[in-house]
């Protein structure tokens, strides 16, 4: 491929508008590798130039590198430039709360936020270290914030690194924000001549964090033996500390995963929703004996729980089965005036008729936490598939691992003492509500056939489904006792169906049976919705 005299100048030119030395020349190499015909160095080059980082959900996410492709200082004091002039458009002044995880790059991009707000007039409050991304959110409205920042990349792969912003609520981005910030970035100046101030001062919310999350449990029992892993991230002391406050004290870490380690060397991909991601934490569950396995993922705002096997041996809960148990526990133990819990398109339906039999309010909403948190006045309690656990929204108004950790022990607790687990706590529900199978598909294709796919799909569904289009993207299909939730990926080439069957529950001897006919209707509608998508 050769070198065209545009990409040359683009290239030049964020060289010379970079502030930081480091990612400055690690550009001209690439550049100079370029300009020299050197295999694939002018791929490299399209590539980190291909674009500024898109401020997608809730704000930016890439890989760690120079240019306008990457998570680099540069890009950092853009974002932050377009975030400070968007806030003082809309005549929004005081403080925002600036915080980070541990991957590579956090602690300078914090710095450079920090000094971006700071120069731009804000009032800058840093947390002091490494923290977990529920900490920044809870630290946005128990300082009365106008706006937080997390530099963290979630559970990315360890070569990425990200930006999420809160505002004064203390929730994510929701649309038009997010566009209307974006736009701002795109008219920001360049990165060398944004002015920054280093006026940022320190604050810790952790003790106040800590003490909210202890007062979470709703029952006197505390005896059970929990394990844990942070799996390299930021949640491992944080979360330790919050189950000892809130009285669960044998808590055993896996030790080669309790340290923050932006490589994440003993994983293959830090997610606790992947194949053997959770191997430590089983292997240490079975050696202390414990009742309850948590992993969370590298900047804890979510949480998996494993369950052990009657016969030996650990299952992984899935998203939608923590969710409902979740949901049931700050349901019986009630005490709120006019609740409303709220979940996603395609999370479990559970939820939907647990809240009818408490008598109590539900949303359904788009997939997502800035959908969540605004599913309604009064909510109590949302979840999300995917690991996502709200608990308290009054004090965090996004997924939070760690308290969804504590609350998950207080009700695992009081389930062993009296004599149960969460896996019969489950099968009471299944009994109460029906049996509700749920499962993810991804198909890969190109961006072109994957629309195309979509779009044919919403515009002649299939017969003998009723539909509704929720979102201009989203189709969701319902027969008697099945559903079916249809989006294109928006980070990859990908066609994503979530899919549901539920099946009713005579009595608790017909649950066996129950189960192995839901099973075999879940079989059933992959088979003929993968043949549907492939169309």
């Known amino acids: 491929m050769t070198l065209r005299p545009a990409l040359r100048d683009a290239a030049l030119r964020w060289v010379a508008d970079d502030p930081d030395p480091v990612t400055r020349e690690e550009l001209q190499r690439v550049l100079a590798s370029a300009m020299a015909g050197a295999d694939g160095a002018v791929d490299e080059l399209a590539d980190r130039m291909s674009g500024m980082l898109r401020f997608g959900t809730a704000g930016l996410r890439g890989p760690v590198r120079a240019g306008p492709a990457g998570m680099n200082v ?109 736009a701002a970035i795109a008219a920001a100046p360049a990165a060398v001549s944004i002015p920054t101030s280093a006026t940022a001062t320190e604050v810790d919310v952790t003790e106040a964090y800590l003490e909210r999350v202890a007062g979470l449990p709703r029952g006197p029992a505390r005896s059970l033996r929990v394990a844990l892993t942070p799996m390299h991230g930021v949640g491992g002391a944080t979360a330790v500390h919050a189950l000892h406050r809130a009285g669960f004290t044998d808590v055993h870490v896996v030790s080669a995963q309790a340290a923050p380690d932006p490589e994440f ?109 605004r599913g309604g006045p009064g909510l109590v309690y949302g979840y999300e598939e995917a690991l996502g656990y709200c608990v308290d929204p009054d004090a965090v108004r996004d997924k939070d691992g760690i308290a969804a950790a504590v609350l998950a022990c207080d009700l695992a607790a009081a389930l062993a003492a009296a004599g149960r687990s969460l896996p019969d706590r489950l099968d009471e529900l299944a009994v109460a509500h029906g049996v509700h199978l749920t499962e993810g598909l991804s198909l890969r294709m190109d961006p072109q ?87």
């Open 74 to 182: 540069a890009v950092v004091r853009r974002a932050t430039a377009g975030l400070a002039s968007w806030l003082a458009r809309a005549g929004t002044r005081g403080a925002v709360v600036v915080g980070r995880d541990a991957r590579h790059g956090s602690a300078a991009f914090a710095g450079a936020a920090a000094e971006v707000l700071a120069g731009a007039g804000f009032t800058v409050r840093v947390l002091p270290a490494p923290l977990p991304t529920p900490v920044l959110a809870f630290a946005v409205r128990h300082l009365g914030a106008v706006a937080g920042v997390q530099i963290t990349a979630s559970h990315n792969p360890p070569a990425d690194n990200g930006y999420k912003v809160y505002l004064a609520d203390g929730a994510q981005l929701a649309p038009p924000s997010d566009a209307e910030i974006e």
């Open 265 to 373: 060397p003993t994983v293959a991909f830090p997610n606790p929703e992947e194949p053997g991601a959770t191997d430590a934490l089983l292997a240490l569950a079975a050696d202390v004996g414990a009742d309850l396995a948590i992993a969370l993922d590298p900047d804890a705002d979510r949480c998996a729980l494993a369950v052990p096997r009657p016969g030996g041996g650990w299952r992984m809960l899935s998203g939608d089965e923590t969710g409902v148990l979740l949901g049931d526990h700050l349901l019986r133990a009630g005490g709120y005036s006019d609740p409303l819990v709220a979940t996603t398109v395609v999370s479990s339906s559970m939820l939907r008729s647990v809240a009818a039999a408490y008598g109590v309010r539900y949303a359904e909403t788009l997939t997502g936490f800035k959908w969540i948190v």
């Open 449 to 535: 056939a994957r629309d195309a796919a979509a779009a044919r799909l919403r515009a002649a569904p299939p017969q003998g489904w009723a539909s509704e289009l929720p979102a201009p993207d989203v189709l969701v299909l319902r027969r008697a006792g099945e559903r079916l939730v249809v989006r294109p990926s928006g980070t990859e080439p990908k066609l994503k169906a979530y899919l549901e069957v539920v099946e009713p529950v005579p009595d608790a001897a017909g649950l066996p049976a129950a189960r192995g006919a839901a099973e075999a209707r879940l079989d059933a509608l992959r088979t003929e919705v993968t043949s549907l998508l492939a169309g």
